[in-house]
């Protein structure tokens, strides 16, 4: 007589661990280590609004210091506005138990103020956290939420020269003086891509090699689809 084993169960699927865009200043964060222990997959990449994105949410993370010093200087505010131009805009306050109002000159209810305003004006959703631990464990909890497709950019409403110009700004060392100078000569995208190499070499200088390397490259290079976790050491 044969017993077959009813408690016996298949085996499950292993799930791919999740890959979150990660701004290349973050990389010295203590943050990316709790990350990669969660086993979340890390990709840095040079961000223009937030530190990470996750699924369809742009993350704004703030040490308590950092926060301090963007309120002094204002930068605060700019980075606010082009965080709640995604679909999903979120801001993470570390450390918000070590605030020392004393050593940061600021009266306790302009931070209140701010966070007010951060919540009512700007409608964007705050997540106080006790230290990078905990800002990973919010992190990789998004993270592991059903994915949708994003976008890199932000949804900027804006002309059609302005477009364009956004779009050359995306290339690596193109500033808006050099956009602006390659649109004023040959006036479309489509122009400046099929311009020869002399041609972009002579408008370019130096920057034109970093230019060419990026129009020559091909999407999915195994090279950038290696997570940071996973590339050479």
Do not use: C, W
Request: no cysteine; proline share 4%.
């Amino acid at each position: 007589m044969t017993f077959h084993d009813i408690f016996s169960k298949k085996p499950l699927k292993e799930k791919p661990s999740p890959t979150i865009i990660v701004d290349h200043r973050e990389k010295n964060s203590l943050v990316i280590a709790e990350l990669m222990s969660l086993g979340i997959k890390i990709e840095f990449q040079q961000l223009e609004v937030g530190d990470y994105i996750v699924n369809s949410t742009a993350i704004e993370r703030k040490t308590i210091s950092d926060l301090i010093s963007s309120m002094i200087n204002k930068r605060i505010f700019s980075q606010l506005e082009s965080l709640k131009q995604y679909e999903n805009p979120l801001l993470i306050i570390e450390g918000y138990d070590n605030l020392d109002l004393k050593e940061s000159n600021l009266n306790e209810n302009a931070i209140r103020g701010l966070l007010l305003s951060i919540i009512l004006n700007y409608k964007i959703p705050i997540i106080f956290t006790e230290d990078t631990k905990e800002t990973a464990i919010f992190i990789s909890l998004l993270a592991k939420r059903k994915k949708s497709e994003f976008s890199l950019r932000a949804k900027i409403p804006m002309s059609d020269n302005s477009r364009l110009q956004f779009i050359l700004e995306g290339f690596p060392s193109i500033g808006p003086i050099t956009a602006k100078k390659l649109l004023d000569k040959y006036k479309t995208i489509k122009a400046i891509i099929n311009a020869s190499e002399e041609e972009i070499r002579f408008i370019l200088g130096k920057k034109a090699d970093k230019f060419l390397e990026l129009l020559n490259k091909k999407y999915g290079s195994q090279e950038e689809l290696l997570s940071y976790s996973e590339r050479p050491k």
